[in-house]
């Protein structure tokens, strides 16, 4: 008997673990969805001002061709001058995963498309790492890695903008 319950418990703990993380990678997937909703859209000053909104005042961001900025004000410059009206993302859906961070929120990762407004073309790619941090009653991107930078050719992806089921119409 001593031995089904605690296998029993321990099934039960894998379940609602598994539930959890289940849970979080939709919350995660969705709050990442609506972030770059706004990214997509930012030479309008509103989406811009929610962009933002995802981010803490001390943001720190790490580009792996751009450099490092040091808060959210450096941040949304540097994307307003060089990605807003020039690019938009498409999240790659099956490379994203989510991870609990215990007391603090989660860490979201994948791989992204950026995508020519004017011409269509998906033509480059790059991995993504963020850390969320949880306050209770709203997420916040305290830290951005954007690194490995290279050819969308090099995902064997088609260089026209992507339709498939794969690709997030973030």
């Known amino acids: 008997m001593g031995k089904s319950l605690i296998i029993l418990f321990g099934i039960l703990i894998t379940t609602f673990s598994c539930a959890d993380e289940k849970e979080l990678n939709v919350i995660m997937l969705k709050l990442d969805r609506t972030l770059f909703q706004e990214f997509n859209n930012c030479t309008n000053d509103e989406s811009l001002q929610k962009f933002?909104?995802?981010?803490?005042?001390d943001v720190e961001f790490?580009?792996?061709?751009?450099?490092?900025t040091w808060n959210r004000d450096?941040?949304?410059?540097?994307?307003?001058?060089?990605?807003?009206?020039?690019?938009?993302?498409k999240l790659l859906k099956h490379t994203f995963r989510a991870y609990p961070i215990k007391d603090f929120g989660a860490i979201s990762q994948g791989v992204h498309l950026f995508?020519?407004?004017?011409?269509?073309?998906?033509e480059g790619a790059a991995d993504f790492i963020m850390v969320w941090r949880n306050t209770g009653d709203k997420w916040k991107i305290t830290r951005v890695l954007s690194f490995g930078h290279r050819s969308a050719n090099d995902l064997m992806i088609n260089k026209s903008m992507p339709s498939t089921a794969d690709v997030s119409a973030d």
């Open 52 to 57: 933002e909104s995802y981010f803490s005042d």
């Open 115 to 122: 995508c020519d407004t004017k011409t269509l073309k998906c």
């Open 62 to 68: 790490y580009h792996d061709s751009g450099g490092v």
């Open 74 to 89: 450096s941040m949304i410059s540097n994307t307003k001058k060089n990605a807003c009206g020039n690019y938009q993302r």
